[in-house]
């Protein structure tokens, strides 16, 4: 079964850092470019950040710029998200989602992880 | 950035009816459009890509149109299943992706 699971979320407090992980099962992790996307509470979806197959190219959302880092281990099918310099407003599931081989459209998503930035 | 503005925010249909949701970009994304489904506590579903594709495994009730500036998911004689938030996502101006804000298609 194509499965993404992310883990790292938590409580934190603003000015903390958080790494998110998200593990990959039943595909060639290494074939695909994967991505970052947030849902705050009770709002829409944000992309956050891209990364290449090799984890050459990497880009980021205006909003995290300089405080966020996507990286990937393709040996170990796993994504992250190191999360500095955390701010109230970067409260949100954090999704990680594949990118479609056919398209840039995002196939397959895993089911989230909180991150919560609170004093 | 490119702003994607969906409409209506909540569309109120009666099951076996048809439903129209509407996405607007701000500058033509050609034809790398796709929309998701959400339900309450679940992660999004994707339903269309390259704005009139099904995904794999989704239903041929649902369909979607347009180019450009203008898109379109209808979902024809909506089932109880369908009734969720569905958004829509530019991936032409890659990898800065964009969203709509949302329609919730709630029950009549």
């Known amino acids: 079964e194509v499965q993404l699971v992310e883990s790292g979320g938590g409580l934190i407090q603003p000015g903390g850092s958080l790494r998110l992980s998200c593990a990959a099962s039943g595909f060639t992790f290494s074939s695909y470019e994967m991505n970052w996307v947030r849902q705050a509470p009770g709002k829409g979806l944000e992309w956050v950040s891209y990364i290449s197959r090799s984890g050459s190219t990497k880009y980021y959302a205006d909003s995290v710029k300089g405080r966020f880092t996507i990286s990937r281990d393709n040996a170990k099918n796993s994504l992250y998200l190191q999360m500095n310099s955390l701010r109230a407003e970067d409260t949100a599931i954090y999704y990680c989602?594949?990118?479609?081989?056919?398209?840039?459209?995002?196939?397959?998503w895993g089911q989230g992880t909180m991150v919560t930035v609170s004093s | 950035e490119i702003v994607m503005t969906q409409s209506p925010a909540t569309l109120s249909v009666s099951p076996g009816e048809r439903a129209t949701l509407s996405c607007r970009a701000s500058q033509s994304v050609s034809s790398n459009l796709a929309w998701y489904q959400q339900k309450p506590g679940q992660a999004p579903r994707l339903i269309i890509y390259g704005a009139s594709t099904r995904a794999t495994g989704i239903p041929a009730r649902f369909s979607g149109s347009g180019s450009g500036t203008e898109f379109t998911l209808t979902i024809s004689s909506l089932q109880s299943e369908d009734f969720a938030v569905y958004y829509c996502?530019?991936?032409?101006?890659?990898?800065?992706?964009?969203f709509g804000q949302g329609t919730k298609l709630e029950i009549k």
């Open positions: 989602a594949r990118d479609a081989s056919a398209s840039d459209a995002f196939d397959i």
């Open positions: 996502h530019q991936y032409n101006n890659w990898p800065l992706y964009t």
